[in-house]
């Protein structure tokens, strides 16, 4: 894990090493500073040396001046490094991800790769500034501070050395303590937050069905546990400053005793004394710091380990070594196709497809819920890759070709589709960078969207918001229809993507298609039996497998589904349209 | 194992900006404080007193052991070299008082944060329960014009602030004051004049720090301005991930990322570097201030001005850097004071708005029928009765629950002065269907959410069973009405728990049953666990058309005389809703409902069909009926709406 973040370093280095090199320099000259101290006490105040005291305030300003240089250097080092490393793994999270095929998508959720990119990031970049700049400063700090003492007096310092050593243990041990307590406390925190979002989300269902006070027990209870937790984590933490303070009085009431024995006789001066006590908040509040950055450094890892997650895998689909750059036409074949999800799932999404499909033949798919239609048409463009198999796109395996030339050749209108934040115009551009704004008129025509955009005040230039969320469903799918034309593709796949468009504008498309692109393959998906039954043909899924694959009208006699779902239609074309009222 | 504490809200990243930057404005934060603080005393005010008690003991023992320095080396050290024998006693006799104070400090600080421990879990325990408790009972009107996230983050980083607030801010400030107060006595004691250099310096302290901050503040809003374009580039590319692949639009996306990124990186780094070179320039300051007291302290000792001592130097030394640390603190905290008021101005916001009222008093009792008259009875009998107080002379009337619905005249808008239904008039028989079509914003949904009073009506009357809803108590009236919404909303739990959420009491039979009804029961035996199998994250690994099915057999598992389906079906396919199709109708038989949807073969065999457009009704009919109009029914039905 640590290799994997370390790389994110780059070009951060050199301010990641020198950060602890200031850092360093700035506790020398901390450390430096009470040892002068002591010396205008001995040798200045008490020789009644006023040219000694002067020489060593003004050596003090010197330092204290240095130290300010260091510290400053220091920050900015460390400012740099941190944010520098934060900005690395924003950007190679980001890259690593477009590398992702749907198969890797579907493994993240979005919420969570935002929370990768977002919260988990900022935990590390605060946890690397700590590092950098208290990980090496308090221990060094500490030993300044210690080999200082023991200079000054060797007995006195192995009190530190021992006080040191026995809080230490006690401050590890709470630490481990509360750090069990801590990431439970987190897990139920975490429950309790993402029940409550549930119930946001979801409060007309509870008050519809007048469940608040079930809900209120439920968030009680939960929120009970988080309490019960929290106090006991809490109750191992505030041990910490007892324990501190015990050792700092003890060493203060033994060094003062011993001091003065020593003092007494000869072996130390005043001046030493009051040094030395003043290195002893040093050293024991250095490792109290210590202590408190083993535990951020502990609670980032699990925000490190997010991080990883994502920058260590691996794209499941990738380029070929040499390429195919050419889609020759529009024809598909299925080959003995099987495909899983899930290598270790028992039953196959797909079983055993067997498929021709004519370049420029316009096929309907039907099928019910989890019949794996969808799942079958990704395979054509390679969104996901087969289990067993072959699928042909122009007479050649899809794992072939390069993916860009594939996918810019088949063209997917996805079913669960986006529109991004920008302007019609930007928005259908992504099929085709260079398109003019006429080739973006005449996609829009065959889709049926123009009639729409031109009313709007802006027309092409209208701000769509993110998600689409001002235009309406039918119209959204329509966009999203002109944008997949203007790849000018070998295969257009439209899966489900008319649904909410009323049945005569789908009329209109599908005439459009059938005269304006005649040498596309169409692949339509649908529900509506009018969708598809002007299809050349339409294959009728089932369970994973293809039920049967005919016209309308052989389906009509041999295909029980096919039948059903006809009748269940029967009347008229079946949808009343939300988009009536843009008439 | 990729996917763990999804739900998370994202919190802004680069944590919080340095001392000395200006919070938000808010108006009244003196107000707000002062509600916090008597919302923490109402339950706490004892614990206070004990920890203010504690504080100032734990900081007196502490002042009194540097005090100490300078009795040891003044009175004891020094004599000590000069008596021929000399003789600890009188020199442990001082260490063990002493050490006796240093125990009672210990004690204190131990207790302080024990008690203000149970203080703050306690708070934010009753905090969040009282903020949960009154948010449920917020009418949805709430929820409507609130953004989700925002009204998460009231639970996540307003609570967390205010958390920091209780539990540290406000302890820290008093002990710091406390501190800063006994240092000051101390050193005025000690000697005049260093503690006037002292104080000058403090005040050069506090005027740098101020003007860092100042520009330290500048690049902390850009900072945080930044933050928020990455992260809604972040959210919106993630969720159009599969888009983008589609399109190879990934070197696109990536440039457009590295943009803000870059900008990003720029102005964290900025706002970072002065809020991390504050911190040396305040310690070499204090330095300084140190340097110069010494000097001039030594100076006084050696000529021994106004009966300096060495030991007083020595003491004074230490509480100089003592003196310091505090005022640097007591701005910290100040900042998240601010901080938190914001915070805490969320919460109480929340806090304040005002719950659903429901001065309804017609409340639905289980009855039996006694010589054809109603009987109001305690068991559960499958037969249930609006029970009907009489406010003028208090007899009670009971009247059977039937399901019967009629709209009256009836006006609505969400806000007075845009009325979005006009003269909506119906009258619904117990166990028709009542279908609604019309396009998008016609008021479909609107007009369901007046039934259940999800919304209250500016005009006219409705009337469930020949009561106006507005005398039913709300919640009985919902129990009576069943809903199944185009959203499915499902709750982390098992399937079986999800179910059963339409009655709580359903034994595992009922709850099969229904799923049995809806046509559910085959999928669930499907799935790892059958009906124990626990759904996450609103039933993320179910397919849309299986989430509505659950949706359909919790409706079903209530059994209410009535039922809202909102586009219950129209994420189920036309083949499976065949299949469901005879479970909805053994569900609709013998229940009032009203049905939304576009598609046909839902609302076809429906006893009436409305047709809506801009909140009004401009048909209604059976479907024959409204076919043979030639209207605008029969526009959408044949699509021959197009260019008409």
Not at chain 2, 30 to 40: D, E, N
Not at chain 2, 256 to 265: A, I, M, Y
Not at chain 2, 574 to 593: A, P
């Amino acid at each position: 894990m640590l290799k994997t973040l370390g790389k994110q370093i780059k070009e951060f280095k050199k301010d990641s090493i020198m950060t602890p090199i200031f850092m360093i320099l700035e506790v020398i000259m901390e450390t430096l500073i009470p040892l002068l101290m002591g010396s205008i006490i001995d040798d200045g105040v008490e020789k009644g040396d006023m040219r000694h005291i002067f020489l060593m305030g003004g050596l003090m300003l010197v330092f204290a001046v240095v130290g300010l240089f260091a510290g400053i250097m220091g920050g900015k080092y460390g400012a740099r490094a941190s944010t520098g490393f934060a900005r690395n793994l924003r950007e190679a999270m980001y890259a690593n991800i477009q590398t992702f095929s749907f198969a890797n998508i579907d493994k993240f959720s979005t919420a969570g790769l935002v929370t990768r990119m977002t919260t988990d990031v900022t935990n590390l970049q605060n946890a690397y500034q700590m590092i950098l700049r208290m990980c090496i400063r308090a221990p060094f700090s500490l030993i300044i501070a210690m080999a200082a003492s023991f200079l000054i007096s060797a007995r006195i310092a192995s009190i530190y050395l021992i006080a040191v050593v026995l809080l230490g243990i006690v401050l590890m041990v709470i630490v481990k303590f509360a750090m069990k307590y801590f990431s439970q406390l987190f897990e139920k925190y975490d429950a309790l937050n993402a029940s409550t979002q549930e119930n946001i989300a979801a409060v007309r269902v509870v008050k519809a069905f007048v469940r608040e006070d079930h809900e209120i027990n439920k968030f009680k209870k939960a929120s009970e546990a988080v309490y019960n937790l929290g106090v006991r984590a809490e109750k191992m933490v505030i041990l910490n400053s007892p324990f501190m303070q015990f050792t700092v009085y003890t060493c203060i009431l033994l060094i003062s005793w011993v001091g003065a024995h020593m003092i007494v006789v000869g072996d130390l001066s005043t001046g030493n004394l009051s040094t030395l006590l003043s290195y002893c908040m040093n050293i024991l509040s250095n490792l109290m710091m210590l202590s408190m950055v083993f535990v951020m450094i502990t609670m980032s890892m699990a925000s490190a380990r997010r991080i990883c997650e994502v920058l260590n895998e691996e794209a499941s689909i990738q380029n070929p070594e040499n390429p195919e750059m050419e889609v020759k036409d529009g024809s598909i074949r299925f080959d003995h196709v099987t495909f899983r999800y899930n290598e270790n799932s028992e039953t196959p999404v797909l079983d055993d497809i067997n498929l021709e499909i004519a370049s420029g033949e316009t096929i309907g798919i039907l099928g019910g819920t989890g019949s794996s239609k969808t799942s079958l048409v990704n395979l054509i463009s390679r969104l996901y890759d087969v289990s067993q198999g072959h699928v042909y796109v122009g007479g050649k395996d899809v794992r072939e070709y390069d993916l860009e030339v594939l996918r810019n050749q088949v063209s997917v209108v996805l079913q669960k589709n986006v529109l991004f934040s920008g302007t019609i115009l930007e928005n259908l551009r992504w099929g085709d960078e260079n398109a003019t704004e006429e080739d973006c008129r005449r996609a829009c025509r065959l889709a049926c969207a123009d009639e729409f955009i031109d009313k709007m005040p802006e027309g092409y230039n209208t701000y769509i918001e993110q998600g689409g969320s001002n235009v309406s469903g039918g119209q959204k799918q329509r966009l999203c229809i002109a944008r997949a034309l203007l790849k000018k593709p070998k295969i257009l796949i439209l899966d489900d993507s008319t649904s909410a468009v009323d049945t005569a504008t789908d009329a209109k498309i599908r005439k459009a298609f059938a005269e304006e692109i005649p040498n596309t393959t169409k692949l339509i998906i649908a529900q509506r039996i009018s969708s598809i039954e002007h299809a050349d043909r339409i294959i009728v899924m089932h369970n994973g497998r293809v039920d049967a694959v005919g016209t309308h009208e052989e389906l009509l006699q041999s295909n029980n589904i096919y039948r059903e779902v006809y009748e269940a239609q029967t009347g008229g074309n079946g949808d009343f349209d939300e988009n009536g009222g843009e008439l | 194992m990729a996917e763990e504490r999804e739900s998370r809200p994202v919190k802004p990243m680069g944590g919080r900006p340095p001392r000395g930057v200006r919070g938000p404005k808010i108006e009244g934060a003196g107000k707000i404080f002062w509600r916090l603080v008597k919302y923490v005393g109402r339950y706490y005010g004892v614990h206070w007193f004990f920890v203010a008690l504690c504080i100032i003991a734990s900081v007196l023992a502490n002042v009194q052991g540097t005090m100490f320095t300078r009795t040891l080396i003044d009175d004891y050290i020094i004599p000590l070299t000069k008596a021929a024998d000399p003789d600890f006693s009188g020199l442990l006799q001082a260490m063990t008082r002493v050490a006796v104070f240093y125990g009672v400090g210990i004690v204190c600080t131990y207790l302080q944060s024990r008690i203000l421990l149970e203080v703050t879990q306690g708070t934010m325990r009753r905090l969040r329960d009282e903020m949960y408790a009154h948010m449920e009972k917020l009418p949805i009107k709430y929820f409507d014009t609130h953004v989700h996230g925002d009204i998460m983050s009231l639970y996540t980083n307003d609570i967390d602030t205010l958390r920091q607030m209780v539990s540290q801010s406000i302890p820290q400030m008093f002990n710091s004051v406390i501190t800063v107060v006994s240092v000051f006595v101390s050193m005025v004691i000690l000697n005049v004049p260093l503690t006037l250099l002292t104080l000058v310096m403090v005040g050069v302290m506090l005027f740098t720090s101020t003007k860092i901050a100042g520009k330290s503040g500048n690049y902390f809003v850009e900072q945080q301005k930044n933050i928020g374009r990455v992260n809604g580039y972040i959210e919106e590319m993630m969720s159009g991930q599969k888009v983008v692949k589609v399109f190879c639009h990934e070197d696109k996306s990536l440039e457009e990322f590295q943009k803000l990124n870059d900008q990003l990186f720029d102005s964290a780094y900025k706002a970072n570097k002065f809020a991390n070179i504050m911190m040396p320039i305040n310690a070499q300051l204090g330095t300084v201030s140190y340097v110069l007291c010494a000097c001039v302290g030594g100076l006084l000792a050696l000529n021994n001005i106004g009966g300096f001592t060495i030991g007083g130097l020595t003491s004074f030394l230490t509480f100089n850097r003592s003196f310091n640390m505090p005022i640097n603190q007591v701005s910290m905290q100040l900042n998240s004071i601010v901080m938190a008021m914001a915070g805490a101005k969320r919460v109480f916001d929340l806090l304040d708005e005002k719950p659903e009222m429901d001065e309804g008093y017609v409340t639905l009792v289980s009855a039996r029928k006694e010589d054809g008259k109603i009987v109001e009875c305690k068991e559960r009998t499958g037969l249930w009765a609006w029970r009907h107080e009489h406010q003028a002379d208090g007899s009670v009337d009971y009247v059977e629950l039937k399901g019967e619905v009629v709209f009256d005249d009836v006006d609505f808008g969400y806000t007075d002065e845009k009325i979005v239904l006009h003269n909506i008039k119906l009258f619904a028989k117990p166990g028709q269907k009542i279908a609604f079509v019309g396009s998008t914003g016609a008021g479909k949904t609107t007009i369901t959410n007046l039934i259940n009073r999800f919304y209250d009506i500016q005009d006219g009357k409705i009337r469930y069973d020949g009561i106006n809803v507005n005398k039913i108590k709300k919640a009985d009236l919902r129990r009576s009405l069943g809903m199944v919404l185009q959203d499915t909303h499902l709750f982390t739990d098992t399937v079986m728990e999800n179910i059963r959420y339409g009655k709580l009491d359903a034994t595992d039979e009922e709850v099969i049953a229904a799923a049995k009804l809806a046509n559910a029961d085959t999928f669930i035996r499907q799935l790892p666990n059958g009906y124990n199998t626990v759904l996450t994250g609103d039933g993320a690994n179910l397919s849309q058309g299986q989430r509505q099915l659950l949706s359909i057999a919790r409706a079903a598992v209530a059994d209410p005389p009535a039922l809202i389906l909102d586009e219950a079906t129209s994420s189920i396919d036309t083949r499976t809703e065949k299949i469901v199709q005879d479970g909805m109708d053994k569900l609709m038989h013998g229940r009032t409902t009203f049905v939304i949807a576009h598609r046909l073969s839902t609302v076809q065999n429906s006893d009436c069909i409305m047709v809506l457009e801009q909140g009004r009704i401009i048909e209604r009919g059976t479907h024959d009926e409204l076919i043979s109009q030639k209207g605008r029914y029969y526009q959408l039905y044949t699509g021959n709406s197009i260019g008409a």
